[in-house]
């Protein structure tokens, strides 16, 4: 299986690369406590279309090395620019979910966008969800802490219990089974719980305000009108006004999980966005060629 080892400090990470190697490049980086998988509405069916989909186990999840240290968003940022790297890609599309978009914003800002083109933004947490000084109307960190509690004491019943509202099930059109919800309850759990509290303090801790304008590349956020894991008044919206260049997408009813009650709806307008980047690449191979021939400037 690939893996690659994280510039910061060697830990073995895990990716998946489906694909025509020549096709244009989405590296996929996925929410808290799920691996690549969670995206197969969207990379098996781009990978099919001719698109190069390459998705990142972050560390401690998925098939990625279980190691104790790590779990801040520079190094996670870090991890994913040394996807970037050993795999050489250029005009990168990066598609991210959850706290995976953080991931994504820090990576830009603290490594420029040199292989990057673009990047979608699902369901984020950005600017950020706990109230601080920058985002007086956020949660309590009291019941943040409430909710740690209960993380800690009884995961599986934590991802059983909020399952319902991840999907936004009793809302119209939010069709899920009960095997879906078993299966995903199941691969949240591979995460390790020293990388699934990690990251939740990522979360925690997350005030992107100052940082979002830094983002110099075409963004498109994505969000669901009843996601209750990251409202969107609070996250997308704002996320959105923040960015430079952001086009904001809202799915009526959508929830949280709005990578599958939504699949075909997002994978078709993630090709839209790809289908950008592959007119940028083949415009790009164009000019080259016509370099090479002693054609052009």
Partial sequence: MPYYESPVDGTRLHYADHGPASGAVAVFVASAYLGHEMWEHQMLPLAEA???????????????????????????????????????????????HSVGTAEVVRCLTRHSSSRVARAALVCGVGPGIMRSELLPDGVDPALARADEEFF??????????????????????????????????????????????????????????????????PVLVVHGTHDTSAPLAHTG?????????????????????????????????????????????????????????????
């Fill in 237 to 297: 919206e704002r996320l959105a006004r923040l960015v430079p260049d952001a086009a904001l997408k809202v799915y009526e009813n959508g929830g949280h999980g709005l990578f599958f009650t939504h699949a075909q709806r997002l994978t078709a307008d993630l090709r839209r966005f790809l289908g950008a980047a592959g007119a940028t690449a083949a415009t790009t191979g164009i000019c080259r060629m016509l370099a090479v021939a002693g054609i052009g400037g």
């Fill in 50 to 96: 001719g698109y190069r989909c390459v998705g990142l186990d972050r560390r401690g999840h998925g098939r990625s090395d279980d190691v104790w240290s790590g779990y801040d968003l520079d190094t996670l940022a870090d991890d994913l620019q040394g996807l970037l790297d050993h795999l050489d890609l250029r005009e990168v599309t990066l598609i991210a």
């Fill in 152 to 217: 800690r004491r009884d995961r599986p019943a934590w991802f059983t219990r909020f399952a319902d509202a991840f999907f936004a099930a009793t809302s119209a059109g939010n069709e899920v089974s009960d095997a879906y919800t078993r299966y995903l309850v199941d691969r949240c759990l591979v995460a390790t719980p020293r990388a699934a509290t990690g990251v939740r303090s990522v979360v925690t801790g997350l005030d992107l305000t100052a940082e979002l304008p830094a983002v110099d590349v």
